[in-house]
C-alpha cells in the first residue's frame, strides 16, 4: 500500500479562487476545514505551500475541490539552463 506523501504543496492562488467561487470568506472557510484564518491567509499568498496530509483532506473537503484543483504542479524535470 502507498503511503500519502509527508506534506502536500498547495497552489495558493487555486486555493483563494475555490474558497471564492464558493462565496466563503477566509474565516467561513478555514473555521470549515478545522484551520486558522491567519493559515488559510498564507496558503493562499504563497507565503505557505506546504500542508500536512491530514490538514490538506479537512481543507479538500471544505472546498469540495479535487487534488488536480488544489495541489501545485509537479515538475517532472529540472529546468536546465541551455548554454
Known sequence: MEQ?????????AAVRHIRMRHGLDQKQAARAAGITASYLS????????????????????ALCATDDQLLAPIDEEPTREKR
Open 4 to 12: 500519502p506523501p509527508a506534506t502536500y504543496q498547495v497552489n495558493g
Open 42 to 61: 498564507r496558503l493562499e499568498t504563497g507565503t505557505r505551500t506546504q500542508m500536512r496530509p491530514d490538514t490538506y483532506a479537512a481543507l479538500r473537503t
